[in-house]
């Protein structure tokens, strides 16, 4: 069945990196968007960054830029983001998720992870 | 501040019919379709309504969406205990560049 796997669980200091991978099955990565999207405790979800594994530049939100950095792996079909920089601000459950179109709704989305910013 | 409003909570008694509001602008809303989720806690989101009013494979049928304008609404027909959630509207903006979500709407069946 479809299923995008996350990684687990990071704790990192303020100004600390983390990266968080979404390893997918199920269906041919490269005709489908990746996204992440974001939730911080007790908020909304943020949409982060899309990725078209064909190639191209990804997409980041403005709030995002110049700390997010996505990569596709398409002989593993994984996923990666990576967040520098950070700040209590982005503890949050980091969710991936795929798109069949790149204006085409969020079908299926991993399980999420938690990254914990804390000193 | 969401660039799409949505009000921050609803309710409503099981069997009745609620309504959920998502106003935006022309760069988003105006332009382009907008897609609803529904997310329980602890949990990743869904999609319950796509592309304005279509409803994917798998989602009840007593929710049904609809857009005019810059605005756009979500609708739970019979309402059941099982729909009470937090539900999201998302559209692509132009302007931004980038996908944008509304600031969610936490469903309460009394």
């Known amino acids: 069945q479809v299923q995008m796997m996350q990684s687990g669980a990071e704790v990192k200091e303020p100004g600390a990196s983390v990266k968080v991978s979404c390893k997918t099955s199920?269906?041919?990565?490269?005709?489908?968007?990746t996204h992440w999207v974001r939730q911080a405790p007790g908020q909304g979800l943020e949409w982060m960054a899309t990725?078209?594994?064909?190639?191209?530049?990804?997409d980041y939100a403005q709030s995002l830029q110049g700390r997010v950095t996505m990569t596709s792996d398409t002989s593993t079909r994984t996923a990666h983001m990576e967040l520098r920089g950070l700040t209590f601000d982005d503890t949050a459950i980091y969710y991936c998720a795929r798109g069949r179109g790149s204006l085409d709704p969020f079908d299926v989305w991993g399980q999420g992870t938690m990254v914990i910013v804390s000193s | 501040q969401s660039v799409l409003t949505q009000p921050p909570s609803a309710s409503g008694t099981p069997g009745q019919r609620v309504t959920i509001s998502c106003s935006g602008s022309?760069?988003?809303?105006?332009?382009?379709?907008v897609h609803w989720y529904q997310q329980f806690p602890g949990t990743a989101p869904k999609v319950v309504i796509s592309?304005?009013?279509q409803r994917p494979s798998g989602a009840p049928d007593r929710f049904s969406g609809s857009k005019s304008g810059t605005s756009a609404s979500l609708a739970v027909s019979g309402l059941q205990s099982e729909d009470e959630a937090d539900y999201y509207c998302a559209v692509w903006d132009g302007n931004l560049n980038g996908w944008v979500f509304g600031g969610g709407t936490k469903l309460t069946v009394l």
């Open positions: 199920g269906y041919t990565f490269t005709n489908y968007y």
């Open positions: 990725v078209n594994p064909r190639g191209g530049s990804p």
């Open positions: 022309s760069s988003n809303i105006g332009t382009y379709a």
């Open positions: 592309n304005n009013s």
